[in-house]
């Protein structure tokens, strides 16, 4: 045992019974007959409004209550969830006609109709950060009868079923009844429906009995969902050696984001738990204030891209070597998108060119404020090499070590930090992240090489075409550094051998999930 995960049981108990996921979840379910899954989150949800933030939390919670449009199946193809089918493009790429199920019905009880896509979509184009960069691209959107729903183009828009599909800051459809801001009413058309959150114990769904699922075979996102178990308790467990525990005690029936370490007790305790590993989750990446602070210029910002190494932060986040890939080119190699664009400028650790740079730009000392949390041990480990790395080349880097709860907030205010540190997951659609390539998230990137390099990647109806157009807007990324993509990275995870035909995927799900008595 390591000794980070050497920890006392009497420490690990009581913190298991103050988050509510102690053994009275087990009692109930014996009591009640009801099936029930106890979830190990990594954190408090701060918010339940799926539409309102890109957090990885909310989008794992709440797409079992909320379902989009279209989503994406096990090969990353977009396939319809909510619609009936894809949508009617005009020859121009500007309309968009599509044609919603029949007979889906809300947790309320009543159908869905177009009137609540209308209602829901036009809620997101204002809430959403992604909403808002597709809200920028609408003309209109209108109900055109019952079922019927119709959205008009600016211009052509390559990414628009993407944005729709995309499960992290949903365009989730809801009764338009429900809608408010902030929201207080949590009305899906999911599997599962909202009964009950405690804050600071769990966020508990129940199984919706008017479900329409879809007839396709499950795959991925897509195809056929099924609420088989009664109940869906997420618990907050911040911390991850209690997560580790808990899940070789049999406490949970899942535990997210493991600390990578853990893997060996993970492998030894066979019969007990099932390791998970899931590959190419996703890239930590670093985000620059473009706006305000001393990396509002880009020549500066450029010199600390020279002066990092990402294999050695990465080598800190994750050790294991079959966890993380260095690599710059921000898709893999064999997908449509792969460029080796800008990539020159990657992993270069080079202090001395680093100093010089900085200075040549202006830099005379100015405080470098890394933003970061010990919510994601790989965030905080990385954080560590990252000021070391910049205190090598001169630059003056204060390391801000905050909840994660409140790192959301401060990324928020340009006054208050000049670096942070986070991850996204790695999706088929460029478009989908990070959200620093759209409009007014934290960073407030904006340029007219962005915006004339984007323009042409995304007004391309051509998917053959995209993949090029894509690797200059790569280009601009590297010479105006508004983020640094770190690198690849797998995910570890665990599961009780009593969980039955979960498949890993980046926002882990669990309908059609079922226990083993």
């Given at each position: ?283 930590p990446y670093l985000v620059f204030n473009t ?35 260095v690599e710059g080119n921000h898709f893999p ?185």
């Amino acid at each position: 045992m390591t000794s980070e995960l050497r920890i006392d049981r009497r420490t690990v108990l009581s913190s298991m019974l103050a988050l509510g996921a102690g053994a009275s979840f087990g009692t109930a379910e014996a009591q009640s007959g009801r099936s029930a899954l106890n979830l190990a989150m990594v954190a408090e949800p701060p918010t339940l409004d799926i539409q309102s933030t890109p957090a990885d939390l909310v989008c794992i919670i709440m797409q079992h209550v909320y379902e989009p449009l279209y989503t994406f199946d096990a090969k990353a193809s977009l396939v319809p969830m909510l619609a009936e089918s894809m949508p009617k493009i005009s020859a121009d790429g500007k309309s968009y006609a599509i044609t919603l199920r029949k007979g889906v019905k809300l947790h309320s009880g009543r159908d869905l109709n177009a009137d609540d896509v209308v209602a829901s979509l036009k809620r997101w184009m204002e809430v959403s950060p992604r909403g808002k960069s597709v809200a920028a691209q609408v003309a209109d959107i209108a109900a055109k009868g019952g079922l019927t729903v119709e959205i008009n183009l600016k211009s052509a828009y390559a990414p628009l079923l993407s944005q729709l599909a995309m499960a992290s800051g949903m365009a989730a459809i809801m009764a338009k009844e429900s809608l408010a801001q902030p929201l207080r009413e949590f009305v899906g058309t999911g599997p599962y429906k909202f009964q009950e959150r405690k804050p600071d114990q769990y966020v508990l769904l129940t199984r919706f009995d008017g479900y329409s699922a879809r007839t396709e075979a499950a795959s991925g996102y897509g195809g056929k969902r099924v609420a088989v178990v009664d109940e869906l308790r997420f618990v907050p467990v911040p911390n991850a050696n209690t997560r580790v525990e808990g899940a070789l005690a049999g406490q949970f029936h899942y535990a997210d984001l493991l600390p990578i370490e853990a893997l060996g007790r993970l492998e030894k305790a066979a019969g007990k738990v099932v390791p998970i590993m899931t590959p190419s989750f996703g890239f930590p990446y670093l985000v620059f204030n473009t706006k305000e602070g001393s990396m509002a210029q880009a020549p500066v910002r450029k010199a600390v891209q020279t002066a990092i190494g990402e294999g050695e932060m990465l080598a800190a986040g994750f050790g294991d070597t079959r966890f993380f890939i260095v690599e710059g080119n921000h898709f893999p190699k064999g997908t449509p998108f792969y460029s080796d664009a800008g990539t020159a400028a990657y992993n270069e650790r080079d202090p001395k060119k680093a100093k010089t740079q900085a200075e040549q730009a202006g830099y005379k000392g100015e405080p470098v404020r890394i933003l970061t949390s010990r919510q994601y041990d790989f965030h905080y480990n990385m954080a560590l090499i990252m000021a070391e790395q910049l205190k090598r080349a001169g630059f003056k880097a204060e390391l801000n070590v905050v909840e994660w709860a409140t790192l959301l907030q401060r990324r928020a205010d340009p006054k208050l930090w000049d670096i942070y540190i986070t991850h996204s997951g790695l999706f088929p659609e460029p478009m989908l992240s990070p959200p620093q390539l759209g409009d007014g998230a934290p960073g407030w990137w904006n340029s007219p090489a962005k915006t004339a390099a984007l323009a042409a990647l995304n007004q391309e109806p051509n998917p053959t075409k995209r993949g090029p157009l894509w690797a200059k807007v790569q280009q601009v990324v590297y010479d105006e550094v508004p983020y640094i993509q770190v690198g690849k990275f797998a995910s570890l995870s665990a599961r009780a051998p009593a969980l039955q035909n979960y498949t890993p995927f980046t926002y882990p799900f669990f309908w059609n999930t079922s226990l083993k008595s």
